[in-house]
């Protein structure tokens, strides 16, 4: 009667190393989730996220080391290789996220890896390599530009390729050859209409780079303003919405550095686009007095934006005293454009 427990042990323990690996691989996924505690103070915020990480790094590199040949070790070596760039990124340690990146070009390239998982880790490691991209603005672009086009030649047909090739464009507004390179390679590539239409905006955008537009927008107030009347000044034209985050920010910031810029043949020109007209209005009458204020009512259905091909917010033109569109990125250096043009 004894013998027979035998065989049944023998057939117990694999059960039993399965089921670990499942409800360790469960454990794994529910870390995925973030810190569960409620914390209110920034240190204390950033001090729970690091020991999260530093959990789930130890969780993961626990399953890998004792299940090799599970068929989710794979997908547990690209979860550790993000956690190890989050954490280098929170310590400021560029070499954790350096080694990140090179176990996501290892798995990219495992012949253990499924299509789906080399795509899948290619992905992640080019979303670093963006990230972590330095130097000065035309090395990040070249860095940005290369990872893009790599992932791309190396997973033909993945839809996430032309995003990647039209996100890399947006860095290249000083480099318009090289832009539209990147734009028609992504629309002969996707699919997606939605990528498609994007690409078509992006295109129409710089077609109108270097030539003088016609451009009216409606006024809060009633009527219309043809942007030729301002000929003889620089005009910065701003594209915003109380729903974009990102727009009142930029707005802040540049509402500071707009009160050491010189006046003179300066006119600047917003144009919201929010959903509800008075929440337009509520934050666009704390704009300085001489601001030209325009609503659009349809939002980015309205004949203004769909015109100009404006898909993203907020949108900073600058044009020239003679009403040509000197840049259609101002974001981020509008104060040099303002300044240089000021002075021709």
Known sequence: MIRPLIPLVAIFLPLVAIADSASEWALILKLDEGPQKKISSITDVRQEARNHLLLQQKTLETFISRYPSDPNVIEAQMKLAAVQAALGNIDENHALVDTAIKSLASLESSPKATAEQAANAGFLKVSLQMQDAGGTDAERRDV?????????????????????????????????????????????ETKEASLKQRIADDLHRLDLLGRTPSIKVPLIKGGVLDLATLRGNVVVLIFWSTDSPHSLLWLRDFRIAYESLSKN????????????????????????????????????LGALPRSLGI???????ILDKKGVVRTINAKSNFAKWIRDLQAE
């Open 144 to 188: 940005i530009i290369a990872a893009a086009q790599d992932f791309n030649n190396r997973h033909p047909g993945d839809r996430r390729g032309p995003r990647l090739l039209v996100e890399a464009a947006t860095l290249c507004d000083d480099t318009p050859s090289r832009k539209r390179e990147l734009l028609d390679q992504a629309a002969r």
């Open 311 to 317: 898909n993203a917010l907020p949108s900073v033109w």
């Open 265 to 300: 043949n300066l006119k600047v020109v917003t144009v919201g686009l929010d959903r509800s007209r008075q929440s337009y209005e509520s934050r666009a009458k704390s704009f300085p007095p001489e601001w030209v204020d325009s609503y659009d009512s349809d939002g980015w």
